[in-house]
């Protein structure tokens, strides 16, 4: 963060600086993402087959990724019809930006996690069109870690807990949910983090539900081939935030949470 550089204040800094910032934070290459978010080096599993049961008693590190869901409800860009939202959520020169920021933005920095162990969950369309599906399927056949949940049109708030639902572990003490859209990015050592702050299921016995809110970050403003990064300082925001539950427990909205700052 640069010094004297309040909260939502442009951060200006150097290339050379600002590959270094998104390279050991986010594990994003410039120059791939200057190529227009064009093809760049493929993204591989490596030690992804680390036994899971190992960090069962700190919880299971669960994610939950939307793209481009037709469903009802959740949408900041209101639309008369169905069909209307359908057209804008299927256009190809959408869903083309939507793919590359995907695969270029968000994933680079989720593959490389300190901590391993963890799964996310891509809620899809049950509908999205060709060739995206097929080019989807294929990017998260790169890694184990990556499931898909295909929802039908209904509402957004169920679609979200069913694709969650499907994944939860029933032995783990604990759930740790993390949500992201399709152009967030989160540090490399997030998950290790998730950890480190959740501090055990004892917490969320006790209390019904825990909040992590890991709330500093950096918004990533592409302009042309020109990148500003601008410093965020921001509670109960989407990316970073987590939630602690136990596997039986109901619904989110029903617990008592307490709220951690990291």
Same mark, same amino acid.
């Given at each position: =963060?640069?010094?004297?550089?309040?909260?939502?204040?442009p *951060?200006?800094?150097?290339?050379?600086?600002?590959?270094?910032?998104l390279?050991?934070?986010?594990c994003?290459?410039?120059?791939?993402?200057? $190529?227009?978010?064009?093809?760049? #080096?493929?993204?591989?599993?490596?030690?992804?087959?680390?036994?899971?049961?190992?960090?069962?008693? =700190?919880?299971q590190?669960?994610?939950?990724l939307r793209f %481009?869901?037709? %469903?009802? !409800?959740?949408?900041?860009? =209101?639309?008369? %019809?169905?069909?209307?939202?359908?057209a804008y959520?299927?256009?190809?020169?959408?869903?083309?930006?939507?793919?590359?920021?995907?695969?270029?933005?968000t994933?680079?920095?989720?593959?490389?996690? $300190?901590?391993?162990s963890?799964?996310l969950?891509?809620?899809?369309?049950?509908?999205?069109?060709?060739? *995206?599906? !097929?080019?989807?399927?294929?990017?998260?056949?790169?890694?184990?870690?990556?499931?898909?949940?295909?929802?039908?049109v209904?509402r957004h708030?169920?679609?979200?807990?069913?694709a969650?639902?499907?994944?939860i572990?029933?032995?783990a003490? #604990?759930?740790?949910q993390?949500?992201?859209?399709d152009?967030d990015?989160?540090?490399?050592?997030?998950?290790?983090?998730?950890?480190r702050?959740?501090?055990g299921? %004892?917490?969320?016995?006790?209390q019904?539900g825990?909040?992590?809110?890991? #709330?500093? /970050?950096?918004?990533?403003?592409?302009? !042309?081939?020109?990148?500003?990064?601008?410093?965020?300082?921001?509670?109960?925001? /989407?990316?970073?935030?987590?939630?602690?539950?136990?596997p039986?427990?109901?619904?989110?909205?029903?617990?008592?949470?307490?709220v951690?700052?990291?």
């Amino acid at each position: =963060r640069a010094p004297g550089s309040g909260r939502g204040t442009p *951060w200006r800094i150097d290339p050379l600086a600002q590959a270094e910032v998104l390279r050991d934070a986010f594990c994003l290459d410039l120059d791939v993402l200057a $190529k227009e978010l064009g093809p760049g #080096a493929r993204h591989e599993p490596g030690h992804v087959e680390r036994a899971r049961h190992e960090h069962r008693e =700190r919880g299971q590190v669960l994610g939950l990724l939307r793209f %481009s869901v037709l %469903s009802e !409800g959740a949408f900041q860009t =209101r639309h008369d %019809s169905l069909d209307q939202r359908r057209a804008y959520l299927f256009d190809p020169v959408r869903l083309e930006q939507r793919l590359a920021w995907f695969e270029r933005v968000t994933l680079p920095g989720l593959l490389a996690q $300190k901590d391993p162990s963890f799964r996310l969950v891509v809620l899809l369309a049950e509908d999205l069109p060709e060739p *995206w599906r !097929g080019r989807m399927d294929a990017i998260l056949a790169r890694d184990p870690r990556l499931v898909a949940f295909r929802a039908p049109v209904e509402r957004h708030r169920k679609s979200c807990a069913d694709a969650i639902a499907a994944h939860i572990d029933p032995n783990a003490e #604990a759930v740790l949910q993390f949500r992201l859209d399709d152009d967030d990015a989160v540090a490399t050592d997030f998950t290790r983090r998730l950890r480190r702050d959740f501090a055990g299921p %004892s917490r969320v016995q006790a209390q019904g539900g825990l909040v992590l809110d890991h #709330a500093r /970050g950096i918004n990533l403003i592409w302009r !042309g081939r020109d990148v500003l990064l601008v410093p965020r300082l921001e509670r109960y925001l /989407g990316v970073g935030f987590a939630i602690a539950t136990r596997p039986g427990d109901g619904r989110q909205d029903r617990q008592q949470q307490e709220v951690l700052p990291c």
